[in-house]
């Protein structure tokens, strides 16, 4: 079931991320600049994602070279990454920034600004294009700089946004740590 949902997801991506942007008008209609950042995010994200995720690029990438050709990364640890983590990370932050206040939202910004990072850091490391690189340099660092910049907020909701997006990297160590750990299949094994 999961391969099955695995190859068509990113395909749902872009059908979604279309019609987010053509709801956005009326989604956002009075709403003011900083819930329409906040809300960005989610179709920003979409794109990043489907740069990233287009043919298994980057779980493939993942594998081979940052994990040395273990299968560190895999098709569940992807979706649950993407989908209730990112997906439901900027959903909740949109909701929070239009019941409490816009700066309650900066976990949205975050997310991509901390993913950007880690994009950029991956390609100094080994000195080459990694999926994703391209839309966390044109889309994130600068959408997430002016909402980080524009959008009103306090120092402990900066503080709790940055938090969140860490906190959301640091899960998915958890199971690609175990993955690593775990004895490597032999290559005799049948």
């Known amino acids: 079931m999961i391969d099955r949902f695995y190859v068509h997801w990113v395909v749902a991506t872009a059908v979604l991320l279309v019609d987010l942007l053509l709801y956005t008008p009326f989604a956002l209609a009075g709403r ?8 960005s995010f989610g179709p920003a994200y979409m794109l990043h994602q489907l740069e990233e995720h287009s043919g298994d690029r980057f779980r493939a990438y993942a ?3 940052v994990f040395g050709g273990r299968e560190a990364l895999t098709k569940l640890t992807v979706l649950w990454v993407n989908l209730p983590g990112v997906w439901g990370l900027n959903l909740i932050a949109l909701y929070a920034a239009l019941e409490f206040g816009p700066g309650w939202g900066l976990a ?3 997310l991509a600004a901390v993913n950007a990072v880690a994009h950029c850091v991956v390609a100094l490391r080994f000195r080459e294009y990694n999926p994703g690189l391209v839309t966390a340099l044109a889309v994130f660092i600068p959408l997430g700089g002016y909402a980080l910049y524009a959008v009103p907020a306090t120092v402990a909701q900066h503080l709790i946004g940055l938090g969140v997006a ?3 990297h640091a899960a998915i160590i958890i199971p690609v740590s175990r993955r690593m750990r775990a004895p490597a299949p032999s290559p005799l094994a049948t």
């Open 63 to 65: 594998n081979s070279r």
């Open 32 to 39: 003011g600049e900083a819930l329409a950042l906040i809300y």
């Open 166 to 168: 860490i906190a959301i």
């Open 108 to 110: 949205a910004p975050y």
